[in-house]
């Protein structure tokens, strides 16, 4: 019986004419179109948008003269301490202080993306220290110390030296671009093989 399918499926096969492939007609796509590309900007913008909340009940409240302070797990010690003293050079600088809370939140975003894709691994937030904001002291501040905690992006912040801003500031470290992880490999790789 089994012989008697195998034939049957070999009569109704016999004049099915196999595809030609024209390699020269293929495309291979490793490259996300310009569409792509935007449709996922807009979903992470999105995502963001519903992690940065803007409901005040819902944000930790801090103090006008609270330092903020925030490390994921992985960033070195040393790298930390130099953020924390203000050794690394800022490659740009937002500020939020004056601004509504969706508009702090909303410019926020923006900021970080746009430092991120230019490979900034280093920028300032000025959120001001807000003694006298409404409804409660450090509007902004409070709502800046949230926010950037939610961003996957930001490895570190703390804040500013006096002379960047003390506690009205923050520097904020940015995960490293692709080709500055591969040039530190490299130098890393050369400082070893030097010993």
Known sequence: ????????????????????????????????????????????????????????????????????????????????????????????????????????RDYLLSFLQAQIKRGHRCVTIIHGKGHTSKPFPALIKSCVNYWLSQVDEVMAFHSAQRHHGGYGAVYVMLPKSTAKRIESRETNARGVRRR
């Not at 012989?3 to 499926?9: A, G, K, M, V, W």
């Not at 196999?18 to 390699?23: F, M, S, Y």
């Not at 179109?33 to 979903?43: H, I, T």
């Not at 944000?59 to 070195?76: A, C, H, N, T, Y």
């Open 1 to 104: 019986m089994e012989q008697t399918d195998r034939n049957l499926f070999l009569e109704e096969m016999a004049d099915v004419v196999p595809l030609r492939h024209d390699v020269s007609q293929q495309t291979i796509r490793n490259e996300p179109s310009a569409g792509q590309l935007a449709r996922k900007a807009a979903a992470e913008l999105s995502e963001y948008h519903q992690r940065l909340i803007t409901d005040l009940t819902l944000i930790p409240p801090v103090k006008p003269e609270d330092m903020l302070s925030f490390k994921r797990e992985g960033v070195q010690e040393a790298v930390f301490k130099n953020l924390r003293l203000g050794q690394y050079q800022t490659a740009a600088e937002l500020d939020v202080h004056a601004m509504s809370v969706v508009q702090a």
